[in-house]
């Protein structure tokens, strides 16, 4: 969760709005109550082919005309600048 910057609270909310419109199933693990699993209701299921739809229709826009050295330079330079933001938080922390 960390990686994401995002904490419980705020991943909690967001499932509990996913489980108010019925996008999601939240089920407890007989063993161990703690513990919880989710997975997509039917109605979410059937979101998921228009979102995965979308999202390549949307990726195929934006990567357009980008040559596919460019497209790896980018993520080569995106990945550093991750690196380097992660690393200087790291830094922060201690």
């Given at each position: 969760m960390?990686?994401?910057m995002l904490d419980k609270g705020a991943?909690?909310?967001t499932l509990l709005k996913l489980e108010n419109k019925e996008l999601i199933i939240?089920?407890?693990d007989e063993k161990d109550q703690?513990?919880?699993f989710i997975q997509l209701s039917p109605k979410g299921y059937s979101l998921?082919?228009?979102c995965s739809n979308l999202l390549c229709t949307w990726h195929e826009t934006l990567l357009k005309n980008?040559?596919?050295q460019d497209i790896e330079v980018f993520?080569?330079?995106l990945k550093t600048m991750a690196l380097n933001v992660t690393s200087?938080?790291?830094n922060e922390e201690s």
């Open positions: 960390e990686y994401f991943i909690a909310r939240r089920t407890v703690r513990k919880k998921k082919t228009v980008i040559s596919e993520e080569r330079v200087n938080l790291e």
